[in-house]
């Protein structure tokens, strides 16, 4: 480490490397050794800062959705419109998956593993704050007002949440079979194209 970094810079090396190797390798085939040698610390270092490999992961994985909460709390404020909620939401999950490639084969990786330490990530900063409730009232009251039509709100959810990350991980297959010549311009308007289509299915009729 040297003169001018700090440990906390340090800490910041070893995630940025071991992004670099899980998405490379996935959880099980990743190696200590060469996340140490892609940040350029010895493995002694990596242990001062993380416990295991699996620490190192489910920090990893935890920093990305503290992200998605930080962006949720705003969107499920009372005050804030269902339209608008579910755009943040949207341009987040853009973000976090289709700005960084790396983090889209982890997800895979760890869904094909059974997901529990996404699952974990999922509790610890979104579920224990009752992000999905708040945004299932929003749903519930735009029911009650005649804006939306009588659907199940967790239904809608799934749907909304499909509708983002179906894309998102599979865009080489999805830009192929539509013969989408600019996937960057195409990936740019998803958001706000999934969020219209979405919210004119569920108008109130």
């Known amino acids: 480490m040297s003169k001018q970094e700090t440990p906390a810079d340090t800490r910041t090396r070893i995630l940025e490397a071991a992004t670099e190797e899980f998405a490379r390798q996935g959880l099980a ?13 010895n493995k002694a270092m990596i242990y001062y800062h993380f416990s295991s490999k699996i620490d190192l992961y489910r920090v990893m994985f935890r920093s ?11 969107a499920v404020d009372p ?22 490639h790396r983090f889209s084969k982890i997800f895979l990786h760890e869904l094909a593993s059974g997901g529990e330490v996404l ?5 610890g900063t979104i579920y224990q704050q009752h992000l999905p409730r708040k945004m299932i009232n929003k749903f519930e009251e735009g029911i ?6 009588p659907m199940d709100p967790r239904q809608a959810m799934v749907s909304f949440v ?7 991980l599979m865009a080489p297959i999805a ?8 996937a960057n311009k195409f990936r740019q308007r ?5 969020v219209d289509l979405f919210l004119r299915g569920l108008e109130g009729r």
């Open 29 to 41: 085939g990743a190696r200590v050794d060469q996340i140490a040698r892609r940040a350029g610390v």
């Open 64 to 74: 990305q959705f503290e992200k998605l909460g930080a962006v949720m709390n705003l």
């Open 79 to 100: 005050a804030t419109e269902l339209e608008t909620s579910l755009k943040k939401m949207a341009h987040m999950y853009h973000t976090i998956l289709g700005g960084d």
């Open 119 to 123: 699952k974990e990530a999922l509790e």
């Open 144 to 149: 009650k007002a005649g804006r939306l039509r």
């Open 162 to 168: 499909g509708m983002n990350l179906f894309y998102l």
């Open 175 to 182: 830009n192929f079979m539509l013969e989408i010549e600019d």
């Open 190 to 194: 998803r958001p706000d194209e999934v």
